[in-house]
């Protein structure tokens, strides 16, 4: 679900190799809806952000479904 707007989302999250200080970055990439096909996500209307690794946490912990 979006964090803030209560809707269904995809995200593809892909760890990218830093710059100078070896840091890693992560590449989120983020469609609206439950998409599982390959296919279709390929034709997906995407955003596409550069998360700090922080960020990316953060990201997760936001978006995951409630534990039961």
Same mark, same amino acid.
């Not at 190799?17 to 296919?39: H, M």
């Not at 922080?54 to 912990?61: C, G, I, M, N, Y």
């Given at each position: 679900?979006?964090?803030?707007? &209560?809707?269904?989302?995809?995200?593809?999250?892909?760890?990218?190799?830093? &710059?100078?200080?070896?840091?890693?970055?992560?590449?989120?990439?983020? $469609?609206?809806?439950?998409? #599982?096909?390959?296919?279709?996500?390929?034709? $997906?209307?995407?955003?596409? #952000?550069?998360?700090? $690794?922080?960020? $990316?946490? #953060?990201?997760?912990?936001?978006?995951?479904?409630?534990?039961?």
């Amino acid at each position: 679900m979006h964090p803030t707007r &209560g809707y269904p989302v995809t995200l593809h999250i892909t760890p990218v190799a830093g &710059g100078l200080r070896r840091r890693v970055d992560f590449l989120v990439e983020q $469609a609206d809806g439950r998409i #599982e096909d390959d296919e279709a996500w390929l034709c $997906a209307i995407k955003t596409v #952000e550069l998360l700090s $690794a922080d960020e $990316a946490r #953060e990201l997760v912990e936001e978006t995951e479904p409630p534990r039961r």
